[in-house]
């Protein structure tokens, strides 16, 4: 394990991406532009897309900072074969061809590119790789990018354009149909894991028998290949928790789930990121599981506003919505093995609720939270499951 890291798919013509009508070219392969980020909280993209992508054969990540290590081994302590390598040039020259895509695996708080991120990223569409860009600044309205694009007959696609506000949802109250439970994993900051967690979460509960479906909220999880979900913070908060509620609704109607997922963002007490509040009503889940770093003692992008604790933000959430919190998941940001297990243990016994690292230790613990909260998906269980 890499103690001082945090724990924070098949294109084919026509097919779309959730929030927005753009058409996908044809194939897959991609690399991941993460420069001097990789493995921090504004590295979440490249992080994310590291350990999972439905949607993206990720060939390698570009950072010369890591350059020469294993992605897999730097995060999570185990290889997957993902190459971190120095530029662009070096990523091209490993697969030996160009790759379909390159895809912006920084998410800096302003959501903004800096003149040698734009740089790397005009020299992949100069070579006719696609651009998948999660931040805020959309680079089909950007002259230079638009031009560029056109040359080189390649796309953009930027994940966080909303769709167009006819086509929004306001909250209608057919959340009230929805009858599997709902839990949204939320956290006490941006960039902790709330996503890694939901993915491991759903990944472990229909490993063990209980059909779960998960609705993203960023667009790292649109990246990913996430069939559910919008990009939230680049929404008219008028229209954000109508939209969760929206996501919610067709993953039930669709997909028939024993349980739906749903990833949070920010924190309810965050002064800067206020989806947390959107989340809880939109989604009205019936638990929620907080995900928290112990050794994290400033906000992540905000270093003047202190960490609030595991404890204050549970009352928060409680106080806030008709929910219960069933569980805690520690994010291993500068931890040793031992200080998880000692974390672990200090959170259960503090909050009486049940704990664990998703990341470091086994997912039957995630699977068991879910049970005791909602003993009736015992019966769903797999026999060697239970």
């Known amino acids: 394990m890499h103690p001082a890291v945090p724990s924070s798919d098949l294109g084919t013509r026509g097919q779309t991406e959730p929030g927005h009508g753009a058409s996908l070219p044809i194939g897959s392969t991609a690399i991941t532009y993460c420069e001097g980020q990789f493995g921090e909280q ?22 010369s900072r890591q350059a020469g290590v294993d992605a897999g081994e730097f995060l999570d302590g ?68 638009a031009s560029a694009s056109l040359l080189a007959n390649v796309t953009i696609t930027d994940i966080r354009r909303p769709k167009e506000t ?14 599997c439970p709902r839990i949204a994993v939320l956290g006490t900051d941006g960039a902790i894991g709330k996503r890694t967690t939901s993915t491991l979460l759903v990944q472990a509960l229909n490993a063990a028998g209980i059909k779960a479906v998960m609705v993203g909220t960023g667009q790292t999880t649109l990246i990913q290949g996430g069939r559910y979900g919008a990009a939230l913070d ?37 002064p800067a990121y206020l989806t947390s509040g959107h989340i809880l009503r939109g989604s009205r889940p019936a638990a929620v599981i907080v995900q928290h770093a112990p050794k994290r003692e400033v906000l992540g992008d905000f270093p003047m506003v202190a960490m609030p604790t595991a404890a204050s933000e549970i009352a928060l959430i409680e106080a806030f919505a008709d ?22 243990v200090t959170l259960e016994d503090d909050l009486g609720l049940p704990a664990t690292d998703p ?24 026999p060697a499951a239970r």
């Open 234 to 270: 680049a929404l008219v908060p008028q229209f954000i928790s109508g939209e969760v509620e929206h996501q919610v609704v067709r993953a039930f109607e669709n997909e028939d789930p024993d349980v739906i997922v749903v990833e949070g963002q920010g924190a309810l007490s965050h």
């Open 323 to 344: 929910t219960r919190v069933i569980g805690v998941t520690v994010n291993h940001e500068h931890m040793t093995d031992d200080e998880i297990s000692e974390a672990i």
């Open 166 to 179: 006819k086509d929004l949802h306001l909250f209608s109250g057919r959340i009230f149909d929805v009858t």
């Open 359 to 382: 990341l470091t230790r086994s997912l039957d613990r995630l699977v068991e939270m879910v049970v005791l909260a909602f003993p009736e998906l015992e019966a769903r269980l797999e």
């Open 42 to 63: 504004d590295g979440k993209t490249a992080n994310g897309l590291v350990r999972h992508s439905e949607k993206y054969e990720i060939l390698s990540v570009i950072d």
């Open 78 to 145: 185990t290889p997957n074969g993902i190459p971190v390598l120095a530029s662009l040039d070096a990523a091209v020259a490993t697969a030996g061809f160009v790759p379909d895509y390159l895809i912006c695996g920084v998410a800096p708080a302003d959501g903004l590119l800096s003149t040698a991120q734009r740089l790397v990223l005009l020299d992949g569409i100069s070579r006719g790789m696609h651009i998948v860009n999660g931040l805020h600044e959309f680079l089909n309205d950007d002259p230079e990018f």
